[in-house]
Structures are given as C-alpha cells and as structure tokens.
C-alpha cells in the first residue's frame, strides 16, 4: 500500500475528489496519509480533518527564501514516508531539490490542456481568464508529473472540455473541475500506486 501525501493551498475540492475516490474504492494500492497546506486557513486542512486525516502546515511567508522552505517540505515529506505526492490546488512552486529527491514521485493537477496556459504565473482562476481571453473552444485539465520545469513534466492524463460563450472565469473554473479535474486526477493517482505508469523518452505509457 502507498503512502500519498497531498499538497493544497486553498478549498481543496481536489483533495476532496480523491478522499471521496479512496472511500468509494478507486483508488487502488494507495491511501491518503497525511495533508500537508501552505497556508493555516485552507479549507483544504478541514476536508482532511474531517476525515481523519493527519494535517501539516508549512507557511512560505515564515521562509527566507524557496530553498529553505523546499527544504522543510522535503523534510516532511520524508518523515511521512511518501511514496507519491500529489500536488491539488498547491500554489507554490518549490526549489528543484525537492523533486530531484523524489523523481517521477510527484503529480500536479493543472487546470487546462497543457502546453496551453501553463508556467509560471498560470494558476487557479487567472489560467480560465486567459483562456476565455484568447477565446479557445475547448480547454479542459490535465496531470503530469512534477518536473524541475513549471507544468513541463510528463503527461499521465489530459480531459477536454467546451468553453461556453456566456462563461466567466468562474463558470468555466467550476466545469473544468467537475468535468476534467475531480475524474482524471483520482485515476492519475489510481494508475500510479498500481505501478501502472511508465515514463520514457518524458512521455507516460500505461503499462
Ligand atoms: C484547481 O483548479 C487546480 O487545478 C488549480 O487550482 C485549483 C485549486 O482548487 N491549480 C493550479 O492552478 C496549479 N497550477 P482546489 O483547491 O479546490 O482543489
């Protein structure tokens, strides 16, 4: 059995999704050990409260800088024995030497269909404002693993979804996570505790 540790920062409707896949049974040869948010306040930590799950907080703010707050993140990470790790709705990007410890151990869910409105500065709801800027039709979500490049990592799942010509921000956030995020990311996490991921040539095959 897996140990997953999960990284938020706000609502925390993705971790939802997985903690209602784990009680329902789809998440196979994995369980949801610890919550680990970078901010006191999110919601994220209640949803995890609520169901037994071990919480950790570690602010950004309370770090000098991103190498040693990576470091105290790395550092938990290990105490909590995590053999995946999954990052829904984490908004920090953290110093290389956290992944380079955990190759191919890391997921991100990220809410368009990368390569489109992704990097830096494309997260949480400013990712569907540009996406409603450049009037794309489809937009949709996908998870990858988590590489030392920004949304650059492998790509284990990707689900398309239309774009409304009445949607803001908002109503467009809320269909990408309900129709593409909340199913594929469960199943991304499913596919990896059941050792059925292969990375080659920085593409996943399912095996
Ligand atoms: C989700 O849409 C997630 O894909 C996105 O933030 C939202 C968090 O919601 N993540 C990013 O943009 C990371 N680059 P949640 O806290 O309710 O899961």
């Not at 071990?54 to 040693?68: C, F, I, Q």
């Not at 410890?101 to 400013?126: D, R, T």
């Not at 909340?182 to 040539?201: M, N, R």
């Amino acid at each position: 059995m897996k140990n997953i540790v999960v990284l938020v920062s706000g609502g925390g409707t993705n971790l939802q999704a997985l903690i209602d896949a784990q009680e329902s049974g789809k998440i196979k040869n994995g369980k949801i050990t610890c919550v680990i948010s970078s901010k006191a306040d999110a919601y994220a930590l209640e949803r995890a409260k609520k169901h037994n799950i071990k919480t950790r907080v570690l602010v950004r703010k309370d770090y000098a800088d991103s190498v040693e707050y990576s470091k105290d993140i790395l550092k938990a990470l290990q105490e909590e024995k995590a053999d995946l790790v999954v990052y829904a709705g984490f908004m920090i990007i953290l110093d290389e030497l956290v992944v380079k410890a955990m190759p191919y151990k890391m997921i991100n869910v990220h809410p368009a269909l990368i390569p489109s409105f992704c990097g830096k500065g494309y997260y949480g709801l400013h990712v569907h404002e540009e996406a409603l800027k450049k009037g794309v039709k489809v937009t949709g979500a996908t998870v990858h693993f988590v590489t030392e490049v920004c949304d650059g990592g492998p790509i284990i799942l990707q689900k398309a979804v239309q774009v409304h010509d009445d949607d803001t921000p908002e109503t467009l956030q809320k269909r990408v996570m309900q129709e593409a995020e909340w199913e594929i990311l469960p199943q991304a996490v499913s596919l990896f505790c059941e050792d059925k991921l292969e990375v080659k040539d920085n593409k996943v095959y399912q095996k």
